[in-house]
């Protein structure tokens, strides 16, 4: 599975936009790129996932670079419920997800 | 969306003592369940991967004989910690894959486990 790095923490003012960076360089053809977020206490939750193509739900927005080397998660309109530790995760369709650190976004009023 | 419970969602015990902890997939049926378990300002650790019907997968240095795992069922998974002490005390949570579907896992809430 590719190996990400995201920043530990992050701050985001209420009803601003979230970006979440993840960098994934190691990614292969074809892992996908996974967005689970955790609030305090409870399980993950699945955000979005994406292999090569922009993609976009209900929750949020992932952009991915052409060269697949990273990519960015957008909340549109963060909320102070939006406050969670976010895990990007590289991993092929059928493997198992290995949680890294994280980044903890902070959603301030 | 797809759904997942466990049960309990907490739970004390004494040392020494077993505890059981089971893992429902609500509207789907679940071919691959995955046990993580988590400590106080950790991120998850996987523990174990279940596929209906057959053994579990245990990942490096997780105890098989301590932690029994059972997926009997498409909907059900359960672990039971057996004879439990202090330093297990963790957030167990377990996550299942749809069958039919190659990727997305969804979570259970999880379960507190003290054990004094």
């Known amino acids: 599975d590719a190996k990400t790095t995201q920043p530990p923490s992050m701050d985001c003012a209420e009803g601003r936009a979230a970006n979440l960076p993840c960098n994934h360089s190691?990614?292969?053809?074809?892992?996908?790129v996974y967005w689970y977020r955790q609030i305090h206490s409870q399980g993950p939750q699945y955000i979005i996932h994406g292999l090569k193509n922009n993609e976009t739900n209900e929750m949020a927005s992932l952009i991915i670079t052409e060269d697949r080397k990273s990519s960015t998660l957008i909340l549109p309109h963060a909320t102070l419920r939006d406050t969670a530790v976010y895990y990007c995760?590289?991993?092929?369709?059928?493997?198992?997800?290995?949680f890294g650190t994280g980044t903890r976004l902070q959603v301030f009023p | 969306g797809a759904v997942v419970s466990q049960h309990p969602s907490r739970v004390i015990c004494k040392s020494g003592t077993s505890v059981k902890i089971e893992c429902r997939s609500l509207d789907f049926q679940a071919t691959t369940m995955f046990w993580y378990r988590q400590f106080p300002k950790q991120s998850l650790m996987l523990m174990a991967t279940s596929n209906e019907g057959s053994k579990a997968t245990y990942e490096q240095g997780v105890e098989k004989d301590k932690f029994l795992i059972n997926h009997a069922s498409l909907t059900l998974s359960t672990l039971t910690v057996t004879s439990a002490h202090p330093e297990d005390s963790s957030f167990y949570i377990c996550?299942?894959?749809?069958?039919?579907?190659?990727?997305?896992?969804?979570f259970g809430p999880g379960t507190r486990l003290t054990v004094l």
């Open positions: 995760i590289g991993i092929y369709n059928t493997d198992k997800l290995i």
């Open positions: 996550s299942a894959r749809e069958k039919h579907s190659t990727d997305t896992q969804y």
């Open positions: 190691t990614i292969s053809g074809n892992e996908y």
